[in-house]
């Protein structure tokens, strides 16, 4: 398949997080399964040899997470799949129509049937090359898998909540309003920034909704409000690297415990310290009122 519509709009629109050489990937990777009417080689290496990127291995290893699916027989994207099974029912229609106008009875001569045989050759070969007036659609843009991420990273529902109507209060249309899954990470991946750089979520979020940002980034947040001593982040650092075993609130409590003990046993300590004292202070005493 030599040819297929791309639209643009909707490509950047969906695209428009990943650097350079992951844009270059996704595109080369988009073309050699369209011209090779197949899906991607199930084997990285064998992806980068034939799309010559041998030393991006990382870069296609993030574009097939984000847009392909793994199946038996390779790597496939849905709407590539869908345009070329078009491509070949439109193909083999074209085929049988051209087969049955020049195969009917013709009493031309021999030399006039050649030629016609000719342009039967070049309308099938055209048949091929007919526009696909369709959309690239990329998967995972739903409301669902977006909010499938939002909870997988640890954001409660308030606070999903609040990401909604933020975005959607800050967005000059309906459609950019949308939060789909790349936006969705997009989105998580800021907020562990800020949680390393010493934010509280809440305090994001609040600031966010403070803003006219349609989004947000570390880096902004930064610029807006200074860092201050937030205890509680420890907690939130581990909620957003994947630590499913506890709830937040749950580790919170757990510290907390942990904190408790540790003053207890301070406190313990000062008071045994300081009995000790009252003794060393009352022999001095003693042995001071024998000298005199």
Not at 128 to 143: E, P, Q, S, Y
């Amino acid at each position: 398949m030599h040819y297929y519509q791309f639209n643009i709009g909707d490509y950047i629109s969906h695209t428009n997080h990943l650097d350079l050489m992951e844009d270059l990937a996704y595109r080369r990777m988009i073309d050699w399964c369209y011209l090779n009417e197949s899906s991607l080689p199930l084997d990285l290496d064998e992806i980068a040899k034939r799309i010559c990127m041998r030393t991006h291995n990382d870069c296609i290893a993030f574009v097939l997470q984000e847009f392909f699916i793994h199946t038996k027989k390779g790597y496939e994207q849905k709407r590539i799949t869908d345009e070329l099974k078009k491509y070949k029912s439109k193909s083999e229609s074209a085929k049988k129509s051209a087969k049955a106008r020049w195969s009917a009875t013709d009493p031309e001569p021999q030399a006039i049937k050649g030629d016609a045989n000719a342009m039967r050759t070049h309308n099938e070969r055209n048949a091929k090359h007919k526009t696909l007036n369709t959309k690239h659609k990329t998967l995972n843009n739903t409301k669902e898998a977006a909010l499938s991420v939002f909870t997988d990273y640890g954001f409660s529902d308030e606070q999903i909540k609040l990401i909604f109507e933020t975005r959607t209060r800050n967005s000059k249309t309906a459609k950019a309003s949308k939060i789909t899954k790349i936006i969705a990470n997009s989105i998580c991946k800021e907020m562990k920034s800020c949680i390393d750089l010493g934010y509280s979520v809440d305090a994001v979020l609040n600031e966010w909704h403070e803003t006219a940002w349609v989004s947000f980034k570390a880096d902004w947040i930064q610029k807006r409000i200074p860092l201050n001593n937030q205890l509680g982040n420890y907690n939130e650092r581990n909620q957003f690297r994947g630590n499913t075993k506890e709830t937040p609130l749950e580790r919170m409590e757990r510290k907390q415990k942990a904190m408790d003990v540790r003053r207890e046993a301070s406190s313990n300590n000062d008071e045994i310290l300081g009995s000790d004292e009252s003794v060393i202070h009352t022999q001095v005493s003693i042995s001071g009122g024998g000298a005199h």
